[in-house]
C-alpha cells in the first residue's frame, strides 16, 4: 500500500510540474506582448521596455520558471499585471466558488449514476432502452447549450431560479442553494448521461462473473447480490470514469460561470487569458493541476479501500 | 485446424466486409437520419459562396434585430444588423476544417504511437503508455485558454493543441486492439510466412482496427465542435470571421433585446455534435452485434414457443407432476429442453429432451464432450442460467417436486437442498471480501443463525474439507489463496447449508493433478459421511470411473446411454460411448473399477 501510495505521489508531482513547466514556458515566452496589451496602446516602446525589465520578463524563462516555483513554495504567485493584486489572494476569494460547483456536481452525479446505472442494468428493458437515449443525448451536447437551455426555461420562460450571481454560502445558504441549481443542473446532464451509462456497463459485466453465479446457488438473495457485491465490484470502473470527468469539469466550469456569472476561478481564467494577465492564467493552471492531483489521489484511495487486490499486495 | 482456416478466419471475424455494415447502418433509421443531417450541414457551409443571401459582414442597421421569418434576413438579423442565415453558413466551413485539424492531429499522433507501443511493445510501449497517462490528465480546456495568450485569436492553433491533448485517447484504442490482434494466431502466421512488419501492419492490423477507428473520429469530431464552440464563446476566438460560438456568445449577450438569435447557432451546434455521436454510437453497435449472440427474449415470447412446441406433441393442461414418483429418487429431470435465443422470435434448442435421475446418496456422473450441453442442465437444476438462457420444456422434480417451473420451490431448495460446486476455484468467489465474509452471507441467506454460530459451524466445516488453519483461511481475500484451496472453500460452502444434492460441475477441471485426486477423494469421502447425492458433471471418464455409481452419457444435447458404472465400462451400448471410451488414454482404462484396486493412481 505504501509502495503504491509512494508511486502514485510520484506520479502526481512529475504531473504537476510537467503541467505547470510546458504552460509556463509557452505562456511567458513572449511576455513582453503581455505587458504591451496590458499597459494600453497608449504605452511607448520605453514604458514597455521598463515594465519588462522591472517584472524581470527580459530573463530566460528556465529561470523565470524556477523563481516562480520558488515563490509558490512559499504561497506566492505572483502579482496581477493588471491590478498588481497577489494573485494568491485572487484565487481564494474565487476558489470557494468553483469548489462549490464542482463537488456539488460531482456528489450528485456519483449517486445519481449510480441509481440510474444499477436500475438499468437490473431491470433492462424501457429503463434501460430510455437510458441509452437520453445518454446519447446528454453525451452530445455541450454543457454550455445545456446551460443557455436552461437560462431560457427557468430563469427568463418561467423565472423559477436567478439568471446569473451567484450568493456566498456563509451570507445566506438558501440564495447560495438557489443561485447553484441552474448551473450544477446543466452540468449534471451530461455528466450523469456518461457515467450512469458506464456504470451500468460495469454492473452488467459484473453480474456475469462466474462468483455471481455462484452467490445465487447459495441462495443469496437477488437484491443482496447486486447491492453488496456486484455494486462494490462495479465500483472500480465507476470511479475511474468519475475521477475523468471531474477533471474535465474544471475546464467546462469556465463555460458555464461565465454563463450564470459566477465569480469563481473559471471567470478568472478567461478574463485573465483574453487580457493577458499571465501570473493569473498561471494561479489558475496551478488550480486545475491540484484539482487533478486531489482527485486522483482521492480514487485510487477510494480504489484501495475497495479493491483489496490493490491495498493488499 | 489448418493453416488456411488460420490465415483466413483473422480479419474476416473481426472486420466484417464494408458493404454488410454500411447496408445494415443505413437501414436503423438513426443512423440513416444522423447521416442525412451531417450531410446537410457539409453543404450548408460548403455552398456558402453560391447560397448565402447576404455577405456576412453586410449590416443593415434597420434589420438590427429584426425577428425570424419577417424581413429578407431569413432568420433576423443580429445586434449589428447583419444576416443571421449567411453568418451562420459561412462560419460551418470554418467549424468544420477547424474539427479536420482536431482530428488529423490526434489520429495521426495517436494511431502511429499505438501502433509501435502496441506492436512492439517492451520498454517504448511503458514510455509511451506513462507519457498518455499524463497528458490524459492534463487539465485540457483550462490550458486551451491559457494558451491563448500566446496562440492569440487563431482557432486552427487552439485546435491542433487539442488534438495533442486527445491523441491519447486513439493511441489507448489502437494499442489494446494492436495488443488483442497481435496475439492471434493468424498475425503469427502471416509472420511465419515472412512477410515484413510494415506488410502486417497495413493489411492485417489496419484493417481489423479501421471500424473502431472510424467509431473514434466521429466521436473525436464532436468533441472538436464542442470545444471550439466552447472557446468562441468565451471570445477566445477570431472576432473578424463568423463562427458558431461567436454568434452564441454575442446573441447570448443580447438576449433579453432578441432571444431567437441565440437559438440557431446552438440549434446548429447542437444538431452537428449529436449527429456525429448517434452515427458513431449506431455504427459501434453494428460492429459489435456482427457476431451471432441475440438479447434475451422477453418471458412471454419464451411462454408462447414453449406453448406451441409441447402443443405439438402433447396437450398439457395443469401444471406438470411428477408422473414417476419413487421414493429414493432425489432427483428427476423429464424432458428438459433449454435454448438460447437465435433470433429476435425464435431459440436455437441446445439441450433436447434430457432425462434423468439420480438417487439418493448416490454419485451420478454425466458425461459428454465439452458443448454437449452438461453445464446447462446442472444450472438448470440450481436455477442459475444466463438471463438469454429459455426453457422452453420439461421439468426438474426435486423430491418430487417441480423446481424448474415454479420459483418459489426453487428459492427454497437453492443453497439449502441443493447446492453447487462450480468448476473454476479462483473465478468463483468474489475478489472483494474474505472468504469468511461470503461463506458467512451465503450461510445466513438460507439458514436463521447467528453471526457468531455461523463462523462456528464454518470454521468446522473449513477443518472438515482439509484447510489446516480455518482461522487464518477465514481473513485472507481470495487472490491470497491457491486454487485447490479456493476449491476446498467452495466445497465448504456447498456443504454449509447440509444439503441432500450437490452438483458438482467439473470440480476438479481447473486444478492440478495431484490436487484433482485429494478433493475427488475429500468428495467421495464427505459423500459417505453425509449421504447426500451428487450429480457429478465431467468430460473425463478418469473420474467417473473413480467415484461415480452411475453414470449418463451425453451428445449433443442429447443423452444417449444411462446406466450404472461398471455396465458402462464392461459393455457400452451406444457406439458413442464406444467412442469415448477408445479415445481414452490407457492409464484412465486402467482405472476402471475392476482393476482399480490393484493399479496405482496416475501421478
Known amino acids: 500500500m505504501l509502495n503504491f501510495l509512494g508511486r502514485k505521489l510520484f506520479f502526481a508531482l512529475v504531473l504537476f510540474l510537467a503541467v505547470t513547466a510546458l504552460t509556463f514556458m509557452m505562456v511567458f515566452s513572449n511576455g513582453a506582448a503581455s505587458v504591451r496589451q496590458s499597459l494600453g496602446e497608449t504605452a511607448t516602446d520605453e514604458q514597455v521596455a521598463a515594465r519588462v525589465a522591472q517584472l524581470g520578463l527580459d530573463r530566460s524563462v528556465v529561470l523565470q520558471y524556477l523563481e516562480w516555483l520558488k515563490g509558490l513554495l512559499s504561497g506566492d504567485l505572483g502579482a496581477s499585471f493588471a491590478t498588481g493584486e497577489s494573485v494568491s489572494s485572487m484565487l481564494t476569494t474565487r476558489i470557494p466558488v468553483t469548489i462549490s460547483l464542482v463537488v456539488l456536481a460531482i456528489l450528485l452525479t456519483a449517486v445519481l449514476s449510480v441509481v440510474v446505472g444499477v436500475c438499468a442494468a437490473v431491470f433492462g428493458g424501457w429503463v434501460d432502452k430510455g437510458l441509452q437515449f437520453l445518454s446519447i443525448g446528454g453525451l452530445a451536447l455541450p454543457n454550455f447549450l445545456v446551460a443557455i437551455a436552461l437560462v431560457f426555461a427557468f430563469a427568463i420562460a418561467i423565472p423559477l431560479f436567478p439568471a446569473t450571481g451567484y450568493v456566498p454560502i456563509e451570507e445566506n445558504a438558501g440564495e447560495w442553494a438557489a443561485s447553484l441549481v441552474l448551473p450544477v443542473t446543466a452540468i449534471l446532464v451530461g455528466l450523469v448521461a456518461g457515467s450512469a451509462q458506464q456504470f451500468r456497463g460495469a454492473l452488467i459485466d459484473t453480474l456475469s462473473q462466474d462468483y455471481i453465479r455462484t452467490l445465487r446457488s447459495r441462495g443469496v438473495s437477488e437484491r443482496a447480490i447486486v447491492l453488496r457485491h456486484a455494486l462494490r465490484n462495479a465500483a472500480s470502473p465507476g470511479l475511474t470514469v468519475l475521477s475523468l470527468q471531474t477533471i474535465g469539469l474544471v475546464g467546462g466550469a469556465v463555460l458555464i460561470e461565465r454563463i450564470f456569472v459566477l465569480p469563481g476561478v473559471g471567470q478568472l481564467t478567461q478574463t485573465a487569458a483574453i487580457t493577458g494577465d499571465l501570473p493569473a492564467v498561471m494561479g489558475c493552471v496551478v488550480f486545475s493541476v491540484l484539482v487533478v492531483i486531489v482527485v486522483n489521489v482521492c480514487a485510487d484511495l477510494l480504489n484501495g479501500w475497495i479493491n483489496p487486490k490493490v491495498r493488499i499486495s | ?603
Open chain 2, 1 to 603: 485446424m489448418s493453416t488456411d482456416s488460420i490465415m483466413s478466419a483473422g480479419p474476416a471475424s473481426t472486420a466484417p466486409t464494408n458493404k454488410s455494415v454500411w447496408r445494415r447502418l443505413l437501414k436503423n433509421p438513426m443512423a440513416a437520419g444522423s447521416l442525412v443531417v451531417f450531410i446537410a450541414i457539409v453543404i450548408f457551409g460548403v455552398a456558402a459562396p453560391l447560397l448565402a443571401p447576404f455577405d456576412p459582414n453586410l449590416a443593415k442597421l434597420e434589420l438590427t434585430n429584426a425577428a425570424p421569418f419577417d424581413t429578407e434576413f431569413l432568420l433576423g438579423g443580429d445586434r449589428s444588423g447583419r444576416d443571421i442565415l449567411s453568418r451562420l453558413m459561412y462560419a460551418t466551413t470554418g467549424t468544420l476544417m477547424a474539427c479536420l485539424v482536431v482530428l488529423a492531429v490526434s489520429a495521426g499522433i495517436g494511431i502511429v504511437t499505438g501502433l509501435v507501443a502496441g506492436y512492439w511493445g517492451g520498454r517504448i510501449d511503458d514510455v509511451l503508455d506513462w507519457v498518455s497517462n499524463i497528458v490524459l490528465a492534463f487539465p485540457g480546456l483550462i490550458l486551451l485558454i491559457s494558451l491563448y495568450t500566446v496562440v492569440g485569436p487563431n482557432i486552427t492553433v487552439s485546435m491542433a493543441i487539442l488534438g495533442v491533448l486527445i491523441a491519447p485517447n486513439f493511441f489507448r484504442l489502437v494499442r489494446s486492439l494492436v495488443l488483442s490482434i497481435r496475439s492471434e494466431l493468424y498475425v503469427d502466421a502471416a509472420r511465419v510466412a515472412g512477410l515484413s512488419d510494415g506488410r502486417i501492419i497495413s493489411r492485417h492490423v489496419l484493417r481489423s482496427i479501421r471500424g473502431p477507428l472510424i467509431v473514434q473520429s466521429s466521436f473525436v469530431l464532436a468533441t472538436g465542435i464542442s470545444v471550439q464552440a466552447g472557446l468562441e464563446f468565451l471570445g477566445l476566438g477570431d472576432s473578424n470571421t463568423p463562427s458558431w460560438g461567436g454568434m452564441l456568445n454575442e446573441a447570448f449577450a443580447n438576449i433579453y433585446n432578441n432571444g431567437t438569435a441565440v437559438v440557431w447557432p446552438a440549434l446548429l451546434i447542437g444538431a452537428t455534435t449529436l449527429s456525429l455521436v448517434i452515427l458513431g454510437n449506431t455504427l459501434r453497435d453494428t460492429l459489435e452485434t456482427s457476431g451471432t449472440r441475440h438479447p434475451a427474449l422477453s418471458a412471454s415470447k419464451v411462454k408462447e414457443i414453449r406453448a406451441e412446441r409441447e402443443g405439438t406433441r402433447e396437450r398439457s393442461t395443469a401444471l406438470p407432476t411428477d408422473t414417476k414418483p419413487k421414493s429414493d429418487v432425489l432427483l428427476r429431470i423429464q424432458g428438459l429442453e433449454l435454448g438460447y435465443p437465435s433470433s429476435s422470435e425464435t431459440v436455437g434448442v441446445v439441450v433436447h429432451g434430457v432425462d434423468l435421475e439420480v438417487r439418493s446418496g448416490e454419485i451420478h456422473g454425466l458425461v459428454g464432450e465439452s458443448g454437449s450441453g452438461k453445464s446447462q442442465i446442472a444450472y438448470s437444476i440450481l436455477g442459475i442460467l444466463p438471463p438469454e438462457a429459455a426453457v422452453v420444456g420439461g421439468s426438474v422434480f426435486f423430491r418430487g417436486q417441480d423446481i424448474l417451473n415454479d420459483s418459489n420451490a426453487m428459492k427454497k431448495a437453492r443453497g439449502r437442498r441443493i447446492a453447487y460446486i462450480p468448476q473454476e476455484p479462483m473465478t468463483n468467489l468474489d475478489p472483494t471480501f474474505t472468504v469468511g465474509q461470503q461463506l458467512t452471507y451465503g450461510l445466513r441467506a438460507v439458514a436463521d443463525i447467528s453471526k457468531h454460530d455461523a463462523h462456528a459451524r464454518l470454521l468446522d466445516l473449513l477443518a472438515r474439507v482439509g484447510i489446516n488453519d480455518p482461522r487464518r483461511m477465514f481473513d485472507l481475500y481470495p487472490h491470497q489463496i491457491s486454487g485447490g484451496m479456493a476449491q476446498r472453500v467452495l466445497i465448504a460452502g456447498a456443504l454449509a447449508g447440509e444439503p441432500e444434492l450437490i452438483v458438482a460441475d467439473e470440480p476438479t477441471t481447473a486444478l492440478d493433478v495431484t490436487v484433482q485426486a485429494d478433493v475427488l477423494d475429500l468428495l467421495r469421502d464427505l459423500q459417505n459421511e453425509r449421504d447426500f447425492g451428487v450429480l457429478l458433471v465431467t468430460h473425463n471418464f478418469g473420474v467417473v470411473a473413480d467415484i461415480c455409481d452411475r453414470v449418463s452419457v451425453m451428445k449433443e444435447g442429447r443423452i444417449v446411454e444411462s446406466s450404472d458404472v461398471r455396465t458402462l465400462f464392461a459393455e457400452p451400448e451406444h457406439e458413442y460411448t464406444r467412442m469415448l471410451l477408445d479415445s481414452m488414454p490407457d492409464r484412465f482404462a486402467s482405472r476402471i473399477p475392476f482393476e482399480a484396486t490393484s493399479v496405482e493412481v496416475a501421478p
